[in-house]
């Protein structure tokens, strides 16, 4: 990246030190055929003053296009990029008189000088923007190559850290133990896990899921922990889903492993309350889970935490907010996504 920028910096740096050897050669060869001669010296303060007024015009022509072009203003983009030709070009004209001022005035005054730079900020201005876009297409492209090593690592990431052989083994172990006392739940259990390994190895791979087939998996996952874990009563998990948002999947899950995980539930007092709320666009999930006072409060940190972090930064750029506060007997942790 840093190579990138640096090469994109130099490619505007040469573009200006290419026109000022062409402003100062056309000077030096102009003035004399007008029977001028002006000081080298002068001719280069003049030619440096008129860089330092013209360099700033391509780039305000780029942020129009910013603003303006890129809301399909066409007309009022082009008739805003005109009006600014015209009276910098006739602002020009009078910095040549300033530092020129033995050309004869008739010249300067006439439409054609007080318009002869628009060609200039044309050609340059197509050349900057021309700049711009190679640089924004190959950043995009670098981006992209990055979004995708990323989501390969995050598929990777997602399916050892949340098909664990220790969850499966609690897991078949719970089935074992229905299939002799409780023919029916078992049955049950084997349609959960099944659901629950589907979601992950299948739809886990998806860019992005319904909110509703995530919520689903959290409760399948929430009913084998707590059959494992004996948390009945215990975890609490709400939902108001307002509407079928689209989200990237198991981005809730490693929240939750965490706080059961590491949380205390042992105690009549202990709790875990998870939840979700939607609106068309956002979606707010909260989890709140006890500890104990000596706890060792780290625990919300490491691979898991980094890689949802890292997908968060990847799929809702400045569009999310996590907060992870460390209370004294509480872990909480709130995920705001604009959609």
Known sequence: MVKFLFSNTINHILVWLVYFFIAWSFYAEFLPLKGIFVSPLRLFIFTVVYMICFIPIPYFV?????????????????????????????GFAYIDKLFIPEVAPDWFLTYEHLLSRVPYFLILSLIINWINIRANYHKQRKEQIELEKLKNEAELNMLKAQISPHFLFNA?????????????KASDTVVMLSDLLRYVIYDGKKEYVSIHAEVNYIENYLTLTSMKKRLDGKVHFEKSIAADVQII?????NFIENAIKHGSLDGDADSLHIAISTTPQQLVFTCRNTIRKNQQKDHISGIGIENVKARLNAFYPKKHELSIENEETSYFVQLILQL
């Open 62 to 90: 780029l942020y129009l296009k910013g603003k303006i072009f890129a809301q399909k203003k066409y007309i009022l983009f082009f008739s805003l990029v005109l009006i600014v030709f015209i009276i910098a070009s006739s």
């Open 172 to 184: 078949l172990n719970n089935l074992n133990s229905l299939i002799h006392t409780n023919h029916e």
């Open 249 to 253: 999947p198991l981005i809730f899950i």
